[in-house]
C-alpha cells in the first residue's frame, strides 16, 4: 500500500487491526521480563499508539511513528498526560528520518505489512535506528488469512536468514494472540551483533 492508502484507512476509520488495546504478546513480554534495559524505544508502524504506551507505562521512553499523518495524530490524543511516549508520523524505511540510536525497536506486524520486495530495505532500516547491542522484538504474521496482503506471510526459516546476519537470536516463540490472529503469529526477539 502506498502512503496515502494508510491514511485514507486511518481518516475514513477503516482499521480492522486494531483492537484497542496493546498486543498480547508484548504485554506478556513487557510483564515476563521486568529488569529489561530501559533505552528508548521505537515503536514503527504504531497506529493508534497501543504498543508504544504499554512500553511507555514500563518504564521506557518510547516514540511511536506512522507513515499515515492521521494515525499518529490520533495517538497523540489518545495517549494519556505524564506517560513519557510521543508520536510522530513518518516512513520507518526513509533514511532522512532515523533521528538516533534507539535501544529498543518494536514492531507488531509492520514487516508483514510491506511489500516483500522491501524487506531488505526493512532489514537496512532498522540498523539505523538502533544503535550498539540494540534490541529487535517483533510479532511476525506467519500465515494471514489473505496470502495476496497485506499482510503477507513469511516463514521463520526467511526471518532468521533475513535478520539473522545482522543479529543474534534471543528467543523466539508462539505468543498469546487476540482470537482471530491465533496460531498466526510468532514473536522474535533479537540482539544486534
Do not use: K
Not at 70 to 97: C, H, I, K, N
Not at 105 to 127: K, M, N, S, W
Not at 128 to 142: D, K, S, T
Amino acid at each position: 500500500m502506498s502512503q496515502r492508502d494508510w491514511e485514507e484507512h486511518y481518516r475514513v476509520g477503516d482499521t480492522p487491526w486494531n483492537h484497542g488495546e496493546a498486543a498480547p504478546g508484548l504485554v506478556d513480554f513487557l510483564g515476563a521480563n521486568p529488569g529489561l534495559d530501559r533505552r528508548r524505544v521505537l515503536v514503527p508502524g504504531c497506529g493508534f499508539g497501543h504498543d508504544a504506551l504499554a512500553w511507555a507505562r514500563a518504564g521506557f521512553p518510547t516514540v511511536g511513528m506512522d507513515l499515515a499523518p492521521s494515525a499518529a495524530e490520533a495517538a497523540t490524543r489518545l495517549a494519556p498526560s505524564g506517560v513519557p511516549v510521543q508520536f510522530r508520523a513518518g516512513d520507518f524505511l526513509d533514511p532522512s528520518v532515523a533521528d538516533g540510536a534507539y535501544g529498543w525497536v518494536f514492531e507488531h506486524t509492520l514487516y508483514c505489512a510491506i511489500q516483500p520486495a522491501q524487506r531488505d530495505e526493512y532489514v537496512e532500516a532498522l540498523g539505523r535506528w538502533l544503535g550498539p547491542g540494540g534490541q529487535f522484538v517483533a510479532v511476525h504474521y506467519m500465515n494471514p488469512a489473505a496470502p495476496e496482503g497485506p499482510p503477507f506471510g513469511c516463514t521463520r526459516d526467511e526471518l532468521m536468514r533475513r535478520f539473522g546476519r545482522e543479529f543474534e537470536l534471543v528467543a523466539d516463540w508462539s505468543p498469546r494472540s487476540w482470537e482471530s490472529r491465533a496460531g498466526r503469529e510468532w514473536m522474535f526477539w533479537w540482539r544486534r551483533r
